[in-house]
């Protein structure tokens, strides 16, 4: 703390003009030379706790550090318009002296996301900041994390699930219009890879990309593999038969495009906030296969955490939190698959 000496003036003025720092003056054990230096101080304390609260990362909500993630659009923007491209037209041989020349072109067709804000606030008492002052203690910093993690969270949650709601897309909507494989009984009767052979869960991701490949003519071929956690730890320690090789080795070493399997609870069974199957299908686990390029689909955060200056209510300090999300934007919804039942 003593070498932290910025803080926000227009937070000083505010605090010197509210009732917060008289009230602390007038407390036994606490001392300021004047309502000024009361100001400046937790002025600098605030300012604090605000740049312990920026640096703050989560790496538990996984689309936050797995999807790629834009902020082109301006945070005062209120949807995101973007077109999708098709070639038109076709060619013929023709003779020397042809004027007849069939046109070639192409059509734009524009589609739309909204931008939705998300926002949290925290806040300390005259009391806390007495006490602070009293133990000679920096204000708790945990206030602050808290709310940047509930915003990070809403918007982990939005990434996968969307928000009905809101109309925020999550690469888990319907509306994405992303496939659906379709994942067959094994030789045990079970579909879920618990049930199944090494083999079996092989012949599944086999199965997965080759729809994406037949469906694209091998134009998409996605890289990465989100699987509940659960089964992720099922196929890293899962041997193949009569081999030291483990499903998931064997995955990494030999499918021809898949170069990252990664895991996720918010695919799980249980995760009925961000997996919608697990509700419909009565805990049924997902994966999710897809192209981590942003030019196939992003993670849109036209503004994604922003503090406002303090604001006074009585004899409580507010810090309004604010993120602007647009949810996540599937470019080619066929360079993705979902398999629901892993």
């Known amino acids: 703390m003593k070498k932290h000496?910025?803080?926000?003036?227009?937070?000083?003025?505010?605090?010197?003009?509210?009732?917060?720092?008289?009230?602390?003056?007038?407390?036994?054990?606490?001392?300021?030379?004047?309502?000024?230096?009361?100001?400046?101080?937790?002025?600098?304390?605030?300012?604090?706790?605000?740049?312990?609260?920026y640096d703050v990362e989560y790496p538990e909500l996984t689309a936050l550090n797995l999807f790629p993630i834009s902020s082109e659009a301006d945070a005062g923007a209120e949807t995101i318009t973007y077109y999708t491209y098709d070639k038109t037209g076709l060619a013929k041989v023709i003779d020397n002296y042809s004027t007849d020349l069939p046109r070639a072109d192409v059509n734009g067709t524009p589609s739309y996301a909204k931008i939705k804000s998300v926002g949290a606030s925290y806040g300390y008492s005259a009391q806390e900041m007495r006490a602070s002052r009293l133990a000679g203690k920096s204000l708790d910093a945990r206030k602050a994390e808290s709310a940047r993690y509930q915003i990070d969270r809403l918007t982990n949650q939005i990434a996968w699930a969307g928000d009905v709601n809101s109309g925020l897309m999550g690469v888990l909507s319907a509306g994405q219009n992303i496939p659906l494989y379709t994942i067959v009984a094994g030789a045990g009767g079970?579909?879920?890879?618990?049930?199944?052979?090494?083999?079996?869960?092989?012949?599944?991701?086999?199965?997965?990309?080759?729809?994406?490949?037949?469906?694209?003519?091998?134009?998409?071929?996605?890289?990465?593999?989100?699987?509940?956690?659960?089964?992720?730890?099922?196929?890293?320690?899962?041997?193949?038969?009569?081999?030291?090789?483990?499903?998931?080795?064997?995955?990494?070493?030999?499918?021809?495009?898949?170069?990252?399997?990664?895991?996720?609870?918010?695919?799980?069974?249980?995760?009925?906030?961000?997996?919608?199957?697990?509700?419909?299908?009565?805990?049924?686990?997902?994966?999710?296969?897809?192209?981590?390029?942003?030019?196939?689909?992003?993670?849109?955060?036209?503004?994604?955490?922003?503090?406002?200056?303090?604001?006074?209510?009585?004899?409580?300090?507010?810090?309004?939190?604010?993120?602007?999300?647009?949810?996540?934007?599937?470019?080619?919804p066929l360079s993705c698959l979902i398999a629901v039942g892993v």
């Open 190 to 332: 079970g579909t879920t890879w618990a049930e199944k052979t090494a083999d079996e869960i092989l012949a599944d991701i086999n199965g997965m990309a080759k729809q994406v490949a037949r469906t694209t003519k091998n134009v998409e071929r996605p890289d990465t593999l989100c699987v509940p956690a659960d089964v992720y730890m099922d196929i890293s320690t899962r041997r193949i038969d009569h081999t030291n090789t483990t499903v998931l080795a064997f995955v990494l070493e030999h499918a021809p495009f898949i170069k990252n399997v990664v895991p996720a609870a918010e695919l799980d069974a249980d995760s009925v906030d961000t997996n919608p199957y697990a509700a419909a299908q009565n805990g049924a686990g997902v994966a999710f296969l897809f192209k981590n390029d942003k030019r196939k689909l992003s993670l849109e955060n036209p503004m994604p955490f922003y503090q406002y200056p303090l604001q006074v209510e009585k004899l409580e300090t507010i810090i309004p939190c604010e993120a602007r999300t647009a949810g996540v934007i599937v470019y080619y």
């Open 5 to 53: 000496t910025h803080y926000d003036n227009r937070e000083m003025e505010t605090l010197r003009g509210s009732s917060i720092p008289s009230a602390i003056l007038a407390s036994e054990g606490v001392r300021f030379d004047s309502a000024e230096d009361a100001s400046v101080f937790f002025a600098r304390e605030l300012d604090y706790v605000k740049q312990q609260s």
